[in-house]
């Protein structure tokens, strides 16, 4: 992976890092993406599944997707690009990491400023309480699950047709617009409202890297478009980044 002095430059730790992540970063840890060969969506149609009218009118073949799901990432680990940005959240006293990523695997790699920007499947909410808790039984012990109050249990997601958290949403605008640098990985940038953030951060100036194992619809639009696994990519450019920059701000 040959990785130009330019970039490198731009990975200053005094620059103020946004990373942006999508199913692709967790592919290596054996989860399947949404629209890759073996992607998610392939099986089963978005519509199908990931709407709240498909949960309205089918909670139960919902909740046997999310719980199949639940199994494959349950048996995941995270693999060395999830190290890698966890390493960076180290290394950048201002970083933050905004994933698309329901399955976790970034907090358990020990990144912590972080918005899980379309929810987590290993929290329930109460559809009629609206609390939220977090249930890691897989397979799940009921399906679909209830709330000691009766009312169903929904995975704690956003799906197609809802709106994202305005906190997260507001968050996530501010530091996309502030940053020096965003690095994308592993999305097809394709869901909105997320895939308007790279065209968001380039507008204010920022410099924009993205690791993917094939172009996208932003790849013309980044400065560096790094083609390859997140898995390796990642700890190269990590591997540079603190060779560079080794005990210097
Ligand atoms: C919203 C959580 C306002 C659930 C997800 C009609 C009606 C209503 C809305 C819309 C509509 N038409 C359009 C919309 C907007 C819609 C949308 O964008 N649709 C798309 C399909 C056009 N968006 C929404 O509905 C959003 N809400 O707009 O609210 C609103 C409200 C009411 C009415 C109108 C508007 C909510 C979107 C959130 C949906 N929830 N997930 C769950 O996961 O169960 S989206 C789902 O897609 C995941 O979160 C996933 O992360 C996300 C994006 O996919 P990617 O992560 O990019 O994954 P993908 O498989 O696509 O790509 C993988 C990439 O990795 C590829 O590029 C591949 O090359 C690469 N890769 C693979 N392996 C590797 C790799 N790269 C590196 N290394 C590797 N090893």
């Not at 130009?4 to 199913?23: H, W």
């Not at 358990?108 to 379309?118: D, F, M, Q």
Request: aromatic share 8%; glycine share 8%; hydrophobic share 40%.
């Amino acid at each position: 992976m040959e990785l130009s002095d330019n970039l490198i430059r731009e990975f200053r730790p005094s620059k103020k890092v946004v990373v942006l992540t999508g199913a692709g970063i967790s592919a290596e840890s054996g989860i399947p993406t949404f629209r890759g060969e073996d992607g998610l969506w392939k099986r089963y149609r978005v519509e199908e599944l990931a709407t709240p009218y498909a949960f309205q009118t089918n909670p139960k073949l919902v909740w046997e997707w999310y719980d199949w799901r639940r199994g494959i990432i349950a048996e995941a680990e995270p693999n060395p690009g999830h190290t890698a940005i966890a390493e960076m959240e180290q290394i950048f006293p201002d970083f933050f990491l905004i994933t698309q990523n329901v399955d976790g695997l970034h907090r358990r790699a020990g990144n912590s400023e972080i918005i899980e920007i379309h929810g987590n499947l290993w929290q329930l909410r109460c559809v009629k309480e609206g609390t939220v808790r977090e249930n890691y039984h897989v397979p799940l012990l009921d399906i679909p699950p209830t709330c000691e109050c009766g009312a169903l249990l929904r995975p704690h997601v956003v799906w197609f047709g809802e709106s994202l958290d305005k906190e997260d949403l507001a968050r996530s605008y501010n530091v996309i617009g502030e940053c020096d640098l965003l690095l994308v990985v592993g999305t097809s940038a394709v869901v909105q409202p997320v895939a308007s953030f790279p065209l968001m951060a380039k507008r204010r100036g920022a410099f924009l890297v993205e690791v993917n194992k094939e172009p996208t619809p932003i790849s013309s639009l980044v400065d560096e478009s790094l083609i390859g696994k997140a898995g390796e990519v990642l700890p190269a450019l990590l591997g540079l980044i603190k060779e560079a920059y080794r005990g210097r701000q």
